[in-house]
């Protein structure tokens, strides 16, 4: 009977798990009041490491402005590290592209209540890239810095989407 009940426990917490990661993922639409532009994003949500489903330690959100329906920003974050983030790199089903960080600087930023150091820029890449996230059987990514190298992860893993994915898919979405 015990294991029964710690079963049923462990069923419902990752059915809660889950429904708490989409509702992460999900697009807020903001509508400025000084012009009226309308933005989308969402919150940022992890990635996995390139050979567990444990998280990187890099998250991914998107970001958009509404009638802009070419492209969008993927912000990268770097959890609990502050460094240069300078170019993301994927491998979509063995194809190679390597993505432009945003002009701005790299964003140095502490997590609220764990004072976690993060560092964010973001890449601009094609919304029909992220589009096609949703049809790929992978996609890996590297992230490279200027000082300390790369970190390495997947997105999406034999055709089972992160939570990052599903974060940038639902930005692109909102956009059309």
């Known amino acids: 009977m015990k294991i029964k009940l ?4 462990v069923l419902l917490l990752s059915g809660c798990q889950t429904k708490y990661e989409n509702s992460l993922a999900s ?3 903001t509508v400025s009041e000084f012009d009226g532009s309308t933005t989308i994003n969402s919150r940022i949500s992890q990635s996995w490491s390139k050979n567990s489903w444990m998280n990187a330690g890099v998250g991914f959100n998107g970001f958009a402005t509404k009638g802009n329906f070419n492209f969008m920003v993927a912000e990268v974050t770097f959890i609990n590290s502050i460094t240069n ?3 993301l790199h994927l491998n979509i089903d063995g194809v190679f592209t390597e993505y432009e960080p945003v ?3 790299t964003k140095v930023t502490f997590g ?3 004072k976690t150091p993060m560092s964010t820029r973001g890449f601009i890449i094609p919304v029909s890239t992220v589009t096609k996230i949703k049809e790929v059987k992978f996609i890996r990514y590297r992230v490279t810095t200027l000082s300390d190298g790369s970190r390495e992860g997947e997105l ?3 055709g089972k989407l992160s939570p990052a994915a599903k974060s940038l898919i639902n930005v692109a979405e909102a956009i059309q």
Do not use: E, G
């Open 27 to 29: 697009a807020k639409h």
């Open 112 to 114: 609220a209540a764990t």
């Open 103 to 105: 002009s701005t600087q």
């Open 156 to 158: 999406v893993r034999d």
């Open 6 to 9: 710690i079963c049923l426990t």
């Open 85 to 87: 983030l300078s170019k």
